[in-house]
């Protein structure tokens, strides 16, 4: 992992990248150096721990906001189940998603099913799929899955310049930036 990062977005993927290796003990982490884990994968889980203890500030909604948008959506899966795809939902992004889905229901946007909470804000955070998909397998009218949804991302404020997505981002930028964690590069004039 590198030392310091040129957007938050890098800078949350790769502390999620490095402690997002789930199910494994730590001593078969620490020998896979086909993974980069090798005998610096303390030094690395350190750097990963910054990340997290400057972004602290930010707990809640805010840093579940980041985290379903910057880290990966899957992980491989070692499982060796023969039903298994081999992927598995990264356990830092659906832990986000899940926490987002309990939050919804504080904020009181009227969304009683926690399933339908989760499945519109997986399509939210990447996992899209169209209202009739959303509304077949909620076994709800569509009409009502497509308003809910724009609750929700209102909520979210996806590309309100001062929604709390927005303001997320911003105030993580000076947190990793007061850490020397995130550099910016200069902007040309
Ligand atoms: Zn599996």
Known sequence: ????????????????????????????????????????????????????RALQPLNGMPISILV??????????SCRRACCSGRQPHPYWIEAIDALAESALTAKLGIKRYD??????????????TFSEMAKLLQMDPQTVAEHYRK?????GIRAANGNESQAWREAEQLLMQAGILVKQMETA
């Open 68 to 77: 379903a948008r910057s880290a990966p959506r899957q992980t491989r899966c």
């Open 152 to 156: 929700i991302a209102a909520w979210i």
């Open 1 to 52: 992992m590198r030392d310091t990062f040129d957007s938050v977005q890098s800078a949350i993927r790769a502390a999620c990248e490095l402690e997002g290796i789930p199910q494994r003990p730590l001593s078969s982490r620490m020998t896979d150096r086909t993974l980069g884990l090798g005998s610096n994968w303390e030094e690395q889980a350190g750097r990963a721990g910054m990340i997290w």
């Open 116 to 129: 339908e909470r989760k499945l519109i804000l997986l399509s939210i955070f990447g996992e899209r799929a």
